[in-house]
């Protein structure tokens, strides 16, 4: 192929390069023979420079073919043509991104975002870390009461009406919660979808983003008068027997638990949570589950110290390992625990029917135990912080 030179003064040409045995037998073949079995080239003459290069074939079609997208190369109006393609190609690459996007959305589990945002958690303090967990836990069971699987399901409309639903006296357990609880799940819940939007290929836009703010709960202390502590753990055995099931036996529990939070003032998940291990004599240690503040050799009543000793280590239904740690609940699960001792606690408020200094019905909650243990110190001049700290 012999183009001849263009008004650009440029020329692109085919030539071979013979073989020494081609050169050999037919020694009269020029560098424009097409048919020899010989490496084909180019000639290319522009800019007033000329070069040789491979067409890497020898087949002279092929490197006429090749010779050809190289004037293409140069030629102005095809170099605009493939300019606009290449812009189409970058469009449509552009476009299949955004639709591989919107079909990510619907591949990610509720499960895998979670998991996700509680590995990007770094470098927090066991106690948080045991709180997003428990966080976490909430989000999964009611995904999974509420057969949402994808997080692209989770929307502003059922994560308002999930938000109805929260409430101490709660019939599901991840629904169990106070108005500080409320609040401070709402803002780990916006915190774990703003997550995933920042990941930038699963959600366009948060469902939680509008939840309304909850305000923080007046934390006034209800503690028990000396009459109604009294009455609470008169009524234990009374009220077990006449329960079926795990309740109906679980008298001694009960009242080591409540001596424990009401003279150690600890928070129901880190008394239910004591191992034996923690308590030596009349002293206990531990670290508590919501600020991971380590409390060593506090000391407690030693009536309260052999109610909690009296209960056996063999004792059917429970790991020996702990007080009060029932066997159908997992290891390490702090939130089960908790939930389980608390629905037991609430299964008595018909028994207790108390009321308030305006005689206006109050319900019975374990943090009331907590609550009479910090006014006691109070009274007695101890800082409130040591309660606190607990």
């Known amino acids: 192929m012999n183009n001849g030179e263009t008004p650009s003064t440029t020329t692109i040409k085919v030539i071979v390069r013979h073989s020494a045995t081609c050169k050999k037998d037919y020694p009269g073949r020029s560098q424009y023979y097409e048919d020899c079995n ?21 087949i002279w079609k092929t490197a006429e073919a090749f010779a050809r997208e190289q004037w293409d190369l140069r030629d102005p109006v095809k170099r605009k ?7 189409e190609a970058a469009k449509a690459a552009a476009e299949a991104a955004e639709a591989a996007a919107a079909q990510a959305a619907k591949t990610m589990t509720v499960l895998v975002a979670t998991d996700r945002w509680l590995s ?13 967990q428990q966080m976490v836990n909430r989000v999964r069971a009611w995904a999974e009461a509420n057969g949402i699987e994808m997080v692209a399901d989770v929307t502003a409309n059922n994560l308002d009406e999930w938000r109805g639903k ?14 500080t609880t409320q609040r401070n799940f709402q803002n780990y819940l916006k915190s774990i979808f703003e997550y995933v939007v920042g990941l930038g290929s699963f959600l366009e836009r948060s469902p939680a983003a509008g939840l309304k703010s909850i305000k923080a709960e007046s934390e006034d202390a209800e503690p028990l008068s000396s009459s109604q502590f009294d009455f609470l ?50 002293r206990i240690t531990l670290t508590t589950e919501k600020t991971g503040a380590h409390i060593k050799d506090r000391t ?28 159908g609940v997992t290891l390490l699960n702090t939130d089960s625990l908790k939930a389980t001792w608390e629905l037991y606690i609430r299964s008595m408020n018909p028994f207790l029917q108390f009321v308030d200094e305006l005689g206006k019905p109050m319900r019975f909650h374990s943090h009331m ?9 109070l009274l007695q001049d101890v800082p409130c912080a040591f309660a606190s700290a607990a």
């Not at 709660?170 to 108005?179: D, F, I, K, R």
Request: proline content about 6%.
């Open 81 to 87: 043509l493939r300019e606009i393609e290449e812009r």
């Open 120 to 132: 990007a958690q770094k470098g927090v303090k066991k106690g948080t870390t045991t709180q997003h």
């Open 166 to 179: 929260w409430d101490p006296d709660a019939e599901e357990p991840y629904n169990q919660m106070g108005l």
């Open 38 to 58: 010989c490496r084909k080239h180019l000639y290319i003459y522009e800019n007033g420079e000329d070069r040789t290069i491979c067409a890497n074939t020898r």
């Open 233 to 282: 753990m008169a009524v234990i055995e009374p009220f077990c027997a006449m329960q079926t099931g795990v309740l109906h036996n679980l008298a001694a529990e009960l009242e080591a638990e409540y001596l424990l939070q009401r003279w150690a003032g600890l928070r129901i998940g880190d008394a239910v949570a004591l191992p034996r291990t923690g308590l030596v004599g009349s």
């Open 369 to 377: 135990l907590r609550d009479t243990f910090a006014v006691e110190l």
């Open 300 to 327: 407690i009543p030693d009536f309260v110290a052999a109610k909690l000793a009296a209960l056996p280590e063999d004792r059917p239904g429970f790991r020996k390992e702990y007080f009060f740690w029932p066997k």
